[in-house]
């Protein structure tokens, strides 16, 4: 946890942690489906290897899997977010020169972007379990496979994403605390310099923190269902399908949502294109 949390106070830092996540994804899977699901380690490769490898294998292995998957979810989620992002700039641009003929533009744009990503929050615990068990880049584009596995995994596609809105609150509140500094450290405005940095920095460890912490708890609950789900061999109906898929799509609606109050409160442009929920184990 440490470890995992120092990694995550950088967005560099934090492709390693990515990493990481990634490999106890694809232990997790394959303990529950009797494979070896050998320990994962920061630093350390697997024993009887070279002494080059053992040394540094666990490192270099994290690193290729973080940039893999770091690429892979930049690949699916940057059509939304890139047009979230226009559209928050569209509405910004046209209420301060006062373009009220366009003043639909950027709504509009959301909304359209927001239908965009729905579909796609709601399987991608899937396709990150499907990419970390089957270790092949293509994994994350084979929809049809994450098609197969979601509908195996029933019911519990929605209890995923009731745990995955739930983790929104918190780094909501991350976007918040900057705002409100002085309610949780009074006389705030009146520090030095060098306090006000430490306070900073505080803030920065607790967002590193939770977002190591959720992210290992709501990576290793998606790598046991899919296990369960057992690679989508049972066949629920057309009808259960897509209730699964619309409560699941309703309840991620929370993560747009929450990421527009966000911006209110405190706005960051990177906020709309990284979310530890859909890219980077980093908080911002």
């Known amino acids: 946890m440490v470890v995992g949390t120092l990694l995550c106070l950088t967005p560099v830092t934090s492709v390693i942690a990515l990493g990481w996540l990634t490999r106890v994804m694809a232990a997790t899977i394959a303990r529950r489906t009797g494979g070896p699901g050998a320990p994962v380690g920061w630093l350390l490769g697997p024993r009887g290897q070279g002494a080059v490898t053992r040394l540094l294998g666990g490192l270099g292995a994290n690193i290729r899997a973080g940039v893999l998957t770091l690429a892979g979810l930049a690949l699916l989620t940057l059509p939304f977010t890139v047009a979230w992002l226009g559209a928050w700039w569209a509405g910004w641009e046209n209420s301060f020169n006062k373009g009220y003929e366009q003043a639909s533009v950027g709504p509009l744009a959301w909304a359209a972007a927001t239908a965009l990503a729905l579909p796609v929050l709601a399987h991608l615990p899937f396709a990150l379990a499907h990419w970390a068990h089957e270790g092949r880049f293509g994994a994350f584009f084979e929809v ?22 739930l983790a929104v609150v918190p780094f909501f509140g991350l976007r918040g605390l900057p705002v409100f500094v002085e309610g949780f450290v009074p006389g705030f405005a009146t520090m030095t310099p060098e306090a006000q940095a430490q306070v900073a920095q505080g803030f920065d460890l607790l967002g590193a923190a939770l977002a190591f912490g959720i992210l290992l708890f709501l990576r290793q609950r998606a790598a046991v269902i899919y296990a369960r789900a057992g690679g989508g061999t049972r066949a629920p109906s057309r009808t259960s399908r897509v209730l699964w898929l619309m409560l699941a799509m309703l309840i991620w609606l929370a993560l747009p949502v929450a990421i527009v109050f966000g911006q209110l409160l405190n706005y960051a442009p990177a906020l709309w294109l990284t979310h530890p929920l859909f890219l980077l184990p980093w908080a911002g």
């Open 144 to 165: 049809r496979r994450i098609r197969q596995i979601f509908a195996a995994a029933g019911w519990r596609t929605v209890w995923l994403a009731v745990l995955s809105a």
